[in-house]
């Protein structure tokens, strides 16, 4: 029997790539659902080849243009669009992969809808892990990590009681090796081009400054429930190793494989079966030859570490971390800003936040968008810092 599914964010990196998975494996998924953001004419596309019942994008223009194009298909658009598909009895996973606090919304009324979540979405958790974990022990809903670290851990995982730290790897980004001049004067193109992972601008550029693996300690925490002080983030540039959890007896069990995203988006949509995937390249142990393990460098990459601050200090600065550098990212794609720009403004607002404990989602959507216009202030404020 099919798995009846829906993707949202389908024409972004993850999007795309988890069709490929569904295409490789075709006979075991139903696609009753697909969103996008702006780009009409790739989910035009992906209409006419998987023929979903609905289709959810940005804005109500978009969607009139879709519903003349295909008035089989029921057209969506907005945030209610997004919240009408998690609320679909038929749909059974849905994976989220929209970027950005976009996915928090649908994520909850998926839950609440007893959808399982394969979560893309990092921001999700980051900014609202306790209640979303909550929930979804609540509602007995399985939350399945896509991104790769986390998917690791996940499949290292056999008793949580008995782990001792839980290791989270990280290329090291495009400036692991640069001097702090050479980071001074990055350019955008430099940011972009990542080593090892072939992602949206956001998150490469969120990991060439190492935020990306500070986010993903906040969203290790609330996943695994796992106290701040037991994840390491250990630097790995060839990146073969996706993480690895440390038992209390000393053991230590590590997912390895090829620097692939269709891997574990493939191990979410099927779970708890494994099947012959797209990938056909397999890790080779003797090619890979040798394997290096660094710390990081906070001195370069302080953003790393006040991430780590901002998730032990709780309440709500962990939305004022996502939402400050998010605005200061955004400024340095439209080249308004310089690199090391995005750790100062983020910095600048966080250290004069005043955090709310307890917050409601109410409280959390409205302090994300209070951070945003007050980073957007400043960055026009202060011009190039």
Sequence with gaps: MKKKIAILGSTGS????ALEVIDKLNSDFEIIALSAGSNVNLIAKQAEKYKPQIISISTKFDAEILQKRFPQIKILYGEEGLLEICQNKDIELILVAVSGKAGLKPTIEAIRNRKDI???NKETLVMAGEIVMKLAKEYNVKILPVDSEHSAIFQCLSDRKDVNHIIITSSGGPFRTATREEIENADLKSALSHPRWNMGKKITVDSATLMNKG???IEAHHLFNISYENIKVVVHPQSYIHSAVEYKDGSIIAQIGIPSMHIPIQYALT???????????SFDFIKAGKLEFFEPDHEKFPALKLAFEAGKRGGTFSVCLNAANEEAVFAFLEKQIKFTDIYKITKNIFDSYKSIDN??????????EKIRIMTKEYIKSKGNL
């Design 359 to 368: 917050p409601t989602i109410n409280n959390i959507i409205e302090e994300d």
């Design 271 to 281: 779970y708890p079966e494994r099947k012959e995937g797209i990938e056909t390249e």
């Design 14 to 17: 993850i999007g795309t790539q």
């Design 215 to 217: 986010l993903e300690v």
């Design 118 to 120: 394969a979560l893309a």
